[in-house]
């Protein structure tokens, strides 16, 4: 069954600092992927998806992401963490026709 | 910006009883979701709608649950008799059509059944 797998529960970084999350996809075709972010409180917020085409995506909030065939890896980077980027996100891989599968999750905390 | 909205925000109900769930979805969307967040857990896929019709549900989703679009604008989730495990944040989501097109999704319904 498709599935994806974020490895990092939780990840503490520096404002200013670069931020990468990590997430393995287990897909037999050429998966539709997605990054959601969820605020404290807050529903789902798609950052990016990737369908295909550029392996490297850009989405909302100054997030990228870059899909790996290779790795089935589609990990989530941003240059420069802001303080409102504490949250808690989400990978997740189109598993039919209609329904998503998420992962884990990964908890953000920026520190001053 | 359009968006999906739910209500109530939280809900809290006893054991045993009825809860129905709100959503309005975003108005061009033809697909409708419900996906539930145990405490501490993963998000998980409940049920699809589409055409007045589920498309596709989980294992979790069981005779105790249903889905409805009552009107052109609502779509709800029926649970019949609530159970201590059905505690969860509940996420109502659409999309235009099916998962080649993202799925927008409500601030969720947090369900406490005691």
């Known amino acids: 069954a498709q599935s994806v797998t974020q490895p990092d529960i939780h990840i503490t970084v520096s404002e200013g600092a670069s931020l990468e999350l990590r997430c393995n996809y287990s897909y037999g075709a050429t998966p539709y992927l997605f990054w959601y972010v969820q605020s404290p409180g807050q529903g789902l917020q798609l950052l990016l998806k990737y369908f295909s085409g550029d392996t490297l995506v850009q989405g909302i909030k100054g997030f990228e992401a870059e899909f790996k065939r290779s790795q089935s890896s589609f990990n989530l980077r941003k240059p420069s963490v802001h303080w409102s980027d504490a949250a808690e996100y989400f990978c997740a891989v189109g598993a039919s026709d209609y329904k998503l599968s998420f992962g884990a999750g990964t908890t953000v905390t920026v520190r001053a | 910006e359009p968006e999906v909205t739910q209500t109530p925000s939280h809900q809290v109900t006893q054991m045993g009883q009825e809860v129905i769930l709100r959503c309005v979805p975003i108005?061009?969307?033809?697909?409708f979701y419900w996906y539930r967040q145990i405490l501490g857990q993963k998000v998980e896929f409940l049920v699809s709608?589409?055409?007045?019709?589920?498309?596709?549900k989980s294992e979790i989703f069981d005779d105790q649950f249903s889905v409805e679009r009552p009107d052109g604008s609502n779509f709800t989730l029926k649970i019949r008799s609530t159970k201590l495990e059905d505690s969860a944040m509940y996420f109502c989501a659409s999309s235009v059509t099916s998962t080649l097109h993202e799925q927008y999704f409500g601030p969720g319904t947090r369900l406490t059944v005691t």
């Open positions: 709608f589409y055409n007045n019709e589920i498309s596709e």
């Open positions: 108005s061009n969307h033809l697909y």
